[in-house]
């Protein structure tokens, strides 16, 4: 039973063009799904839930989106527009052929260059929403894992195929870390959407590195039985596709039972992970520097006092970011991550090498004092009486 009935999937009407076609990529795409794992397995998906799941979300991401396009316009309408009037003033930038200094831009060269950065942030923004549409990828940041888990249902359907052979399985093991990679990142996600607690996110990304990690193991065994991990994986993305989309983000294989106790750090892809994280938070800071800069030049403010503060505020404002986003644990280990990268951490001795230490340096002293307990037993048999 589903903690939700799913609802008959509606349609939405024509003056909403673009949650029509991600209403149409949804149903085309959860329809191959469903065929692609009867093919396989000989189950049943349901498909009135994922529909239901990834339902648009798209409403309250468009305005925020809207207002930082537009304010990075007027960021670089503003660069070019000085530069022009750079051209005016003795100190200006001289042509390229080395004359003289170039002529003063008129009000309409003005007006050209805002309407040229106005109508390629418009166009910009008119692509991003299209493709989203096309892609269906404007859902609930929970269910995202859903769409790797239909890709893996597809792909396992090409590698049951007649002629399949060593590229379909290469391609269905990639499919299978990327939905174990999706879970995590996920994870994080459900957590914050649940209060972020420490003990919500400890158990919720426990819970999906077992997955990510059983997930791995089955995709190993494309090698020496493919036919079987094929039908395993397809099982397992199925499971995981309808749970996801149920919101049973702690029991994601559901009756195929919990997942077994594996290593968990490999399916995490560290380097990627972590690089990508970082650079996400790295851009913004810088953005919202550059914003902070141009926002204060209006104002007044020299460059000499601009110009230190930009250089803190950056590693200030990714630091940040990342603590906002992920936690402040996992900001100080992404910062220690970039030190290590950088040369400038040491390796240190674990806590778990310590202990081992600790414990032999105990019995060698409790050793050495049962030896000088018993060396001055044998002094004193060896004494002659009183």
């Known amino acids: 039973m589903t903690l939700a009935q799913p609802l008959a999937p509606v349609a939405p009407p024509l003056w909403r063009p673009l949650r029509r076609l991600h209403h149409r990529t949804v149903e085309r795409r959860t329809a191959a799904a469903a065929r692609d794992l009867r093919a396989v397995v000989g189950k049943r998906l349901d498909v009135a839930l994922l529909r239901r799941a990834l ?30 009037k750079g051209l005016c003033t003795p100190g200006g930038y001289l042509p390229t052929s080395g004359g003289e200094v170039g002529p003063c831009p008129t009000h309409q060269d003005k007006v050209n260059v805002a309407e040229m950065v106005g109508f390629w942030a418009v166009a910009f923004v ?129 009756a195929m039972g919990q997942p077994p106790d594996l290593p968990t750090s490999a399916p995490e892809s560290p380097d990627r992970a972590d690089g990508r994280r970082l650079a996400v938070a790295a851009v913004t800071a810088l953005l919202v520097t550059i914003s902070l800069a141009v926002t204060t030049g209006m104002l007044g403010l020299p460059a000499f006092v601009t110009a230190p503060l ?9 630091f940040l970011l990342l603590a906002y986003r992920f936690g402040l644990v996992e900001a100080l280990r992404l910062v220690q991550v970039l030190r290590t990268v950088r040369g400038e951490n040491p390796v240190e001795p674990t806590a778990t090498a310590e202990r081992p230490a600790a414990g032999q340096a105990e019995q060698t002293g409790e050793a050495g004092q049962a030896g000088q307990a018993g060396e001055a037993g044998q002094a004193d048999e060896g004494a002659p009486p009183p």
């Open 126 to 254: 008119v692509t991003a929403a299209v493709r989203s549409a096309v892609r269906a990828t404007e859902v609930r940041p929970a269910q995202a894992p859903v769409f790797p888990a239909l890709a893996v249902l597809r792909a396992c359907a090409r590698l049951h195929e007649a002629g399949a052979g060593h590229a379909e399985a290469a391609q269905l093991s990639v499919k299978a870390q990327a939905l174990g990679q999706a879970l995590i990142d996920a994870a994080g996600r459900v957590a914050g959407d649940y209060g972020s607690r420490a003990s919500t996110r400890t158990r919720l990304l426990d819970h999906a590195r077992q997955v990510a990690a059983l997930l791995e193991r089955t995709a190993d065994e494309l090698l020496p039985d493919r036919e079987r991990a094929t039908r395993e994986l397809a099982e397992l993305a199925g499971t995981i596709a309808e749970q996801t989309a149920d919101g049973r983000f702690t029991d994601l294989l559901g």
């Open 310 to 318: 930009a250089a803190i505020t950056v590693p200030l404002l990714t």
């Open 55 to 84: 339902a648009c979300q798209a409403d309250g991401i468009l305005v925020p989106r809207l207002i930082a396009v537009g304010f990075l316009a007027m960021v670089v309408a503003g660069f070019l527009i000085t530069g022009m």
